[in-house]
């Protein structure tokens, strides 16, 4: 409510209703004096302000120390004096967010350790190279399609020959290369160098001898990123993870109407509980995981410098109590006795797994994708 004066005319300046009251019963705006001071703007925005902080913080104790009671208000109608579910999952999650990129930076997402082969090995993966190529070659292909594969066999056979001869020139190789697949549907990516040399040898094709959409989009997908980082590997990888690192706030607003349609096939038979109170369930559940999380990771900070092992067990103390929070918060709102609870909290788990697996696999191609 504003400390501006009230007006003494008794209609609506926003829908014209008579008004009984300081606030108009149609549309809920405060009958006051449209007229306001500079000073009255800035003390109004830190009202706003505060009031925000006093209940989002009113709000958060209630949600970390009283599992499953939020959720439970909001079904009985009491929402006035706490943070919608809404904006306490923007808050939360951007908070959260904000501080996990701050301590994970990009060139820390990828390490790849990759192990030196010795040259006999390289030698057996070459010659399994070689049979590769020459039963492609004994295949029906035209000749513009023949060609690559021939040129590859003549890199590989001369690879061969120099390893046999030296066993130190393993980095003087012109077969060997990162080769690097997203995921491999079709080898014929591995005969080409380039985007358009695969394009023009697919057109070539008879259409039932063609690669298909998915192979196609596969394949040149591969065939780009080897282009776009010359072949390093490594490089690849790390575009990739920290591509998909970034997607973590979208992977985790996506799995939650998912993982509250989990909650509705679970307490189908709650005829009371409509799938919007699942929402509001795994909004609020959400909320107290990235706080705990949070904690968890601060808390680390901490203690980081009083030895490893003790940041071992904070990680260990918090990583628990996320999961019975997970438990006590399912037993409070749904009020089922423990054995019910417990048998529905590790099914949840089970499918839960599942289920963030599914979104991480397809946010993961996602992100080779979009590189």
Avoid at 25 to 40: A, D, V, Y
Avoid at 119 to 139: G, N, P, Y
Avoid at 222 to 243: M, P, S, V
Avoid at 266 to 291: D, P
Wanted: contains cysteine; glycine residues 4%.
């Amino acid at each position: 409510m504003s400390h501006s004066s009230e007006r003494e005319e008794k209609i609506c300046l926003n829908c014209g209703a008579a008004v009984q009251g300081r606030f108009c019963h149609i549309c809920g705006q405060e009958n006051i004096e449209p007229k306001e001071s500079f000073w009255h703007l800035v003390t109004h925005f830190a009202y706003d302000i505060t009031h925000f902080d006093g209940k989002f913080f009113s709000t958060l104790k209630y949600l970390l120390f009283r599992p499953g009671f939020l959720s439970k208000q909001y079904l009985l109608g009491r929402r006035v004096s706490y943070l919608h579910p809404i904006r306490m999952y923007v808050f939360t999650s951007a908070f959260f967010f904000l501080v996990f990129f701050s301590l994970h930076k990009d060139e820390e997402t990828a390490t790849i350790k990759i192990t030196e082969k010795p040259a006999a090995a390289i030698i057996e993966d070459l010659e399994k190279k070689r049979r590769s190529l020459q039963e492609d070659l004994k295949d029906s292909l035209p000749e513009l399609a023949r060609a690559p594969i021939r040129e590859s066999l003549e890199l590989v056979e001369s690879d061969i020959a120099l390893l046999q001869k030296d066993s130190t020139a393993k980095n003087n190789l012109q077969s060997t290369g990162s080769n690097f697949s997203i995921f491999t549907i079709s080898s014929n990516d591995q005969r080409y160098r380039s985007e358009q040399q695969y394009d023009s040898l697919q057109a070539s094709l008879p259409g039932k001898d063609r690669d298909n959409f998915i192979e196609r989009r596969f394949a040149r997908q591969n065939l780009h990123l080897r282009e776009k980082y010359h072949n390093d590997g490594k490089a690849i990888w790390t575009a990739i993870l920290n591509k998909f690192r970034h997607l973590f706030p979208q992977m985790m607003f996506v799995s939650l109407p998912l993982f509250a349609l989990l909650l509705q096939l679970l307490y189908v038979r709650r005829k009371s509980f409509y799938y919007v109170n699942h929402v509001v369930y795994a909004i609020h559940l959400y909320c107290a995981i990235f706080m705990i999380i949070l904690m968890g990771i601060l808390t680390d900070l901490l203690v980081t410098k009083l030895g490893s092992h003790v940041a071992d067990w904070t990680g260990l103390f918090f990583g628990l109590a996320a999961f019975y929070y997970w438990y006590r918060s399912m037993r409070n709102f749904y009020e089922q006795k423990r054995g019910r609870t417990l048998m529905k909290y590790l099914l949840l788990m089970f499918l839960s797994l599942f289920l963030i697996s599914f979104i991480f696999t397809v946010f993961f191609l996602f992100s080779a994708m979009a590189i």
